[in-house]
Each structure stands twice: as C-alpha cells, then as structure tokens.
C-alpha cells in the first residue's frame, strides 16, 4: 500500500490526481485555499482533447460522465474580418477530437468522484519547508499545519509548493486578455449570438498586430468575449478596472471602427471587464529531482493561453496518480517516472503554444490561422 498523498490545489490537476489514486485504492487529501466549491467563477470553456485530456478521464473512470456534460455543437469556429465579413468557418458535425465543456461543470464533475472530506477547504497555504527524509511541512492561513510523506503541488501560476524544487517564478508573456460577458444572448442579444455563431469567433484587425478577439458561445446561450492584447504591463496599468465606465471605454477604444454586433460584446457587457495578465515559465522547465515532492499543471510548466493548460494538468494528475499506483512503497520511483515522461511533453506543448501565439499576435495574422486550420481540417 501506497502512503497516503497530500495535494494542494483542487483545480482541474489536482483532483484528477486524488480521482486516479482514488481509483487505485490509494487515499489522498486536498487542500484548497477557496472557502467551498462555489467561492468564486471557475472560468469558461475547454476543449478537452483526445490525445491527454480525455485520455486521463478515462483513467479516472469518468468518460460516461464527461460525456454528459459536453455541450454539444460547441466545436465549431467561425474567424471574420473587423467588419464581420466571414474569412473561415467549419461547422461542428459531430465528429470533432476536442468536444466543449464548461470549466466549472468538470471540475464539479471531479469533486463529485471523490469521497466525502477528501478536499479539505478554506486552506490557503502560507508556507512549505522541508523536513528532511522526502517530508515536508505545510503551514496554512488558518494556523494548522499538515506534514506530508508525498506533497504534490497543483496550487497553479503562483505555487507555493514550487519554491520547494525551483528558483524559477513566472514571467509576464508580454500580453494580457480583458474579459467580458454578455447573459442570454440569443434572447437578449440576438444580432451579437448570431454573429458569434454556434462556437468560437475569432476576429482580426488587418489594420493592427498584436490583437485579436475571442468569442466563446457557453452555456445558455451566455457569450464570453477575450479580448486579447499584445502590450507592456504599464499600459494596463494605467486603465482602473473597478471603474465599470472607464475600463469598458478604454476597452471599446481598441475595438472602435469595427462591426456594431462585434463592438457590443464590450459596450453592452453584463459585466465589468476583468483584466487578466498572462504569464510564463520558460518553455523548458524542469528540476532535478527532490524527495518527496512533485508538481502538476500550471506549478509545473505554466504557459499562455494555447487551449492545452486544462489538458495537461489532467493528463499530470492522470499520470503521476497512475505511476504512484504503480509503484507502491517506492514513491521516489513513482515521482521520477512521472516527471520523466512530463518533461518533455511539457515542453513541446509550450514551444509550440508559443509559436501559435505569435502567429495570432503576429502581422497577417487571420491568413496564416486559416491556413493552418484548413491543413487541421482537411478530409474532415
């Protein structure tokens, strides 16, 4: 029998991996600085793929129930012109590799899977240290305190457990996104919905780089927009984002000259917009190896948006759940094979998220995205 696995973060990472153990026989507890399951968002839409994200929750037994909540239809993708003019568009027929679903729903999914009291809530972490022997101390907001034979990190961007392993820290990518959401917009916003289409939007400016417009259609009809922006952390800076009225201005001005049923999805928003720096570490990140102790998801290889950071913290959760089982009573085995294999998958995914984004960002952006979409979906 394997020792009993600490975790801290119940994002999407870390409760694949308790799920995975669960599954094994293998107990594990989570610890999570939010307050309940509830305490705030949990953000939009995934594409969960078939080559790491569907492949873990199959290993965790949950296929049946993923498949229950995908949102059909949600596949498909539509990229137009500041003017609505439609430059690609491919339908969602049902057999796509990346079926949608909504963050919070997966996760809930995943809480669901695991016995009661195995996420401990309302524990933010305050610090970690090592007690030698591959045992390590955590220290919580709340004045208590655990010691863990196996301490696995999946606290994300900002972990704690990372200081552990790496000097590393995360740097700004040098682009930021603002969000904003329209309710119902097929009932409230139909113009908007209908151009939005059945799944994603992507709009470009052929007049500027290092721009461009997300649009996801979620659940009940609600259209979230993700306006994204190549530029320094001081030019966001000077925008007061709990000014309602100002940052929505600010935001309108960069969309300005475009297409009415485009601009509305930041003029006529139901919310404020919520401003959301991207950050990094490098693309080939790694440690070497300390006893005791591991990472997943965004801890272990936090990258820009690229449509894979939900994937692989599944597929580590997944994975290094899987290896733990694999090797019981040789945890070090176990945490040496699993970063083995994350390494340079990791490391792959960043390299090429980086060349994606730079293609986005970059000039002639909406030509060279259709090309590559349309080599995607050839014979399809």
Sequence with gaps: MSVPVTIV????????????LHVHGIASTVYEAEASPTARAQGGMLDIHDYNGQPALEAAGLME??????LRGREAMRV???????????????????????????????????????????????????LGGGRHEVSFGNGTTVVADVLVGADGAWSQVRPLLTDVRPEYAGNSSIETFLFDGDTRHPTVAKAVGDGALMVFDKTASGKVFLVHREADGHLHAYLWLARPLDWF????FTDAVEATAAVAREVEGWAPELTALITDSDTVPVYRPHYTLPVEHRWDRVPGVTLVGDAAHL??????????????????????????????????????????????????????????????????????????????
Excluded at 65 to 70: C, G, H, L, T
Excluded at 97 to 113: H, K, V, Y
């Design 80 to 130: 137009v012109d500041t003017d609505g003019t439609v430059l690609f568009e491919k339908a969602d027929d049902g057999t796509g590799d990346s079926p949608e679903a909504q963050r919070a729903e997966l996760r809930r999914m995943l809480l669901d899977s695991l016995p009661e009291g195995t996420v401990r809530w309302g524990h933010r972490v305050d610090g970690v240290r090592s």
């Design 237 to 240: 800076a000077g925008i007061d």
């Design 65 to 70: 129930e993923f498949r229950s909540i995908v």
């Design 303 to 380: 990258q820009p948006p690229n449509g894979e950071g939900a994937n692989l913290a599944l597929q580590d959760g997944a994975e290094l759940g899987a290896a733990i089982a694999a090797h019981p009573g040789d945890v070090e085995a176990a945490l040496a094979e699993y970063e083995r294999a994350m390494f340079p998958r990791s490391a792959a995914s960043s390299a090429a998220g980086v060349a994606n984004n730079e293609i986005l960002l970059g000039d002639n952006a909406a030509p060279k995205l259709i090309n590559l979409l349309a080599d995607r979906f050839a014979g399809a």
């Design 9 to 20: 973060g119940a994002g999407l990472g870390g409760l694949a991996l308790a799920r995975v």
